[in-house]
């Protein structure tokens, strides 16, 4: 406005010079002339004085960004450390309540460590008073004890229990299972699974039309027989599984042997037994 001014000023004394004499109208000008170079310094001046507070502005920005950055980094880690937390709630004098149930539950958990500990140690006592009273019949040939997808299994080669093709266990099989009766049935709280198993030559007979038929039967009819010899048939399940589940390859008559054999499973399926290292 004051520039304005100046200039209409100006612009009068330039058309009406006979109402001032020369040297009052360069004096003017003079004048408006140092007034319009002071405005434009003070500008100048007010211009450069923002430029400085925006980069003291944005340098103070930058920094805060850096010190947020360096902050969030520290919580993290105060956060991940249990004791270096647990010492920063003291010291912000924050309810320590969350750190008392923590404790708790992990008291909790710890016993119940020890418990499922104790219950994994009262089975491999178990399992090796088992294994120790199979010892004879295991060293002789007679039975084999193995562990195979959690599970421990008593396993006997069809050539003891049966000759080939048959259902009935024969004199030799006979004895060897009354034996096994005679340990299993020391065994408390622990059902078993009999299973047969062939190999993978079909078989087809009026009585045994596959391999399903055959494995079932022998099933069954050990499992009447150690019901026979003393154990509870509450305790006692049988099951066929053919050829299908095969612990070599049906490649060659050795292999084939293997696979002809009754099984006589712990149950249920323990994920937690010991490897078969932990039992010798």
Avoid at 42 to 66: V, Y
Avoid at 88 to 96: P, T
Avoid at 166 to 179: I, L, W
Wanted: charged fraction near 25%.
């Amino acid at each position: 406005m004051r520039k304005l001014s100046c200039l209409l000023l100006a612009l009068s004394l330039a058309v009406t010079p006979s109402c001032v004499t020369s040297g009052t109208h360069k004096k003017k000008v003079a004048a408006m002339k140092q007034a319009h170079d002071d405005d434009v310094a003070a500008a100048k001046a007010r211009e450069a004085e923002l430029s400085k507070k925006l980069g003291a502005l944005t340098t103070e920005h930058d920094t805060l960004k850096i010190d947020r950055a360096a902050l969030q980094k520290q919580v993290d880690i105060t956060t991940a450390t249990n004791i270096a937390m647990e010492e920063r709630l003291k010291q912000l004098g924050q309810n320590v309540t969350s750190l008392t149930t923590q404790n708790k539950q992990a008291a909790a958990q710890l016993e119940e460590l020890r418990r499922q500990k104790a219950a994994a140690e009262a089975r491999l006592a178990t399992f090796r008073n088992l294994v120790a009273k199979l010892q004879s019949m295991i060293d002789s040939g007679q039975l084999k004890v193995v562990i195979r997808n959690g599970r421990m299994i008593i396993a006997l080669p069809n050539d003891i229990l049966f000759d080939s093709g048959s259902t009935t266990v024969k004199p030799e099989g006979q004895k060897a299972m009354a034996k096994v009766a005679q340990v299993l049935a020391t065994v408390n709280d622990r059902n078993f699974l009999v299973a047969g198993h062939t190999d993978n030559i079909p078989i087809k007979t009026s009585r045994h039309p596959s391999n399903w038929e055959l494995s079932t039967e022998r099933a069954v009819n050990v499992l009447q027989l150690l019901v026979k010899k003393g154990m509870s048939p509450k305790v006692l399940s049988a099951a066929g599984y053919s050829e299908f589940d095969p612990v070599v390859a049906n490649d060659n008559d050795k292999n084939r042997a293997q696979n002809r054999r009754i099984e006589i499973v712990l149950q249920p399926n323990l994920s937690d037994l010991p490897s078969l290292d932990d039992l010798k």
